[in-house]
């Protein structure tokens, strides 16, 4: 009689592995003894221990040939936020993740790890100390927010104890950290056009940053615990530094480090978000004529004049989760790490 082999518990896969978070996470689950099987779009570089299978996630028969003999998922793919292409975001965050399920299922994967975001409840007002039974945003800002509302609802309603299959969800909020592409790149694409100059409303507001290492042992901690019996089937955790700063602080710490100047000189916010609210419009209605990226989004805009930060006292509690690299270092780092990126390179 043919016996079914149990994938090894230190097999795992990290489809979107080629991209920031997903790169860091592979990495550390190397050094833990894992070996990784990536599958992502594009291949962004090689390692010994890292079988690479390129591919699109929304392709089950893509898919399947690297979650075999994998006990253990992480899903880390999303289109970036920056993107403002709504069918984009559907189909990969949506019906993508449908299919990442239904193929974990099929190839008898028994955890699956989603990285959501903790935006999936922000709607543009003040989040101060929000806990993960604050409701999903009802009116969220962009489709990027939309539809990882959704995919978080996903996977964590196909979560069966009965069958075996356990999942939940990492919120991160704001990951920064060398390689990312997104925040420092912005931010000093943004200072080079000489656009940094203003504060987008009194500055005061706390925002949570997280040093990328910080959420890779957050992914791994929630892997590691989610049994039969475990309190983490099923829902999500935030996952911060749990040092909330405020967010024109952090900037100016980054544009300062890299050689730039500071902002310095207010602007009022609701004119700041009502002219962002107009150029998105534009840019939307023009779009047929001509195609062009407003910096300053609504989303953007409201990431900047708001308080948003998260308690990660559930994390705590339930996977023993704490930062392991503070703020400060995070920052130092990171600063670091983009020599190309400071003024006069
Ligand atoms: N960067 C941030 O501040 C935050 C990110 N997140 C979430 O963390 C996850 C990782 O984000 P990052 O590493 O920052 O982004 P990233 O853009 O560096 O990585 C995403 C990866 O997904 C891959 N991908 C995209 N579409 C795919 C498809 N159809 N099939 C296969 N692979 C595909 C990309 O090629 C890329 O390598 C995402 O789910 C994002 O929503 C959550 C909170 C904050
Ligand atoms: C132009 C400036 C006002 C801002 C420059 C920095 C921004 C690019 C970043 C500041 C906060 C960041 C952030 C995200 C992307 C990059 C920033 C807007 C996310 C939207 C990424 C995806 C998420 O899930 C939530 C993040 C919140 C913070």
């Not at 892997?223 to 024109?248: K, M, V």
């Not at 050689?259 to 998105?280: D, F, I, K, T």
Request: glycine share 8%.
């Amino acid at each position: 009689m043919a016996t079914r082999v149990r994938p090894s518990s230190k097999r795992c896969a990290v489809i979107g592995g080629s991209g920031f978070l997903g790169r860091h996470l592979v990495e550390k689950l190397l050094e833990r003894g894992y070996s990784v099987s990536v599958f992502d779009i594009r291949q962004s570089y090689e390692l010994p221990g890292v079988t690479f299978h390129q591919g699109d996630l929304c392709d089950k028969q893509a898919l399947l040939p690297a979650l075999k003999d994998v006990s253990l998922v992480f899903h880390c793919a999303s289109p970036a936020p920056a993107s403002d292409d709504r069918g984009l975001f559907e189909r990969v965050n949506i019906q993508g993740t449908r299919i990442v399920i239904q193929a974990c299922i099929e190839a008898g994967v028994q955890k699956l790890v989603l990285t959501s975001s903790a935006s999936v409840v922000f709607e543009g007002t003040d989040i101060k100390n929000g806990r993960e039974d604050l409701p999903y945003a009802r009116k969220p800002i962009d489709y990027y927010t939309e539809t990882k509302i959704e995919q978080e609802k996903l996977v964590l309603e196909a979560c069966n104890t009965e069958r075996g299959f356990l999942t939940t969800a990492i919120r991160p909020h704001g990951i920064f950290g060398p390689r990312d592409p997104q925040l420092v790149p912005i931010l000093v694409d943004t200072a080079r056009r000489g656009k940094m100059k203003f504060i987008i409303g009194d500055g005061t507001n706390l925002v949570d940053f997280t040093f990328v290492e910080n959420v890779v042992h957050g992914h791994i901690l929630a892997a590691e615990h989610l049994r039969q019996d475990s309190p983490i089937c099923g829902r999500p955790y935030h996952i911060t530094n749990d040092e909330p700063i405020r967010f024109w602080d952090f900037m100016s710490e980054v544009l300062v480090g890299l050689g730039y100047a500071a902002p310095r000189y207010h602007l009022p916010y609701s004119l700041v978000y009502g002219l962002a609210l107009l150029l998105w419009l534009l840019a939307l209605i023009l779009r047929p004529l001509f195609s062009f990226k407003p910096t300053f989004t609504p989303m953007r805009v409201a990431l900047a004049g708001t308080h948003h930060y998260y308690s990660c006292d559930r994390a705590k509690q339930d996977l023993g989760y704490k930062p392991i690299v503070s703020l400060k270092d995070g920052i130092a780092r990171t600063v670091e790490s983009y020599p190309h990126l400071r003024q006069g390179a």
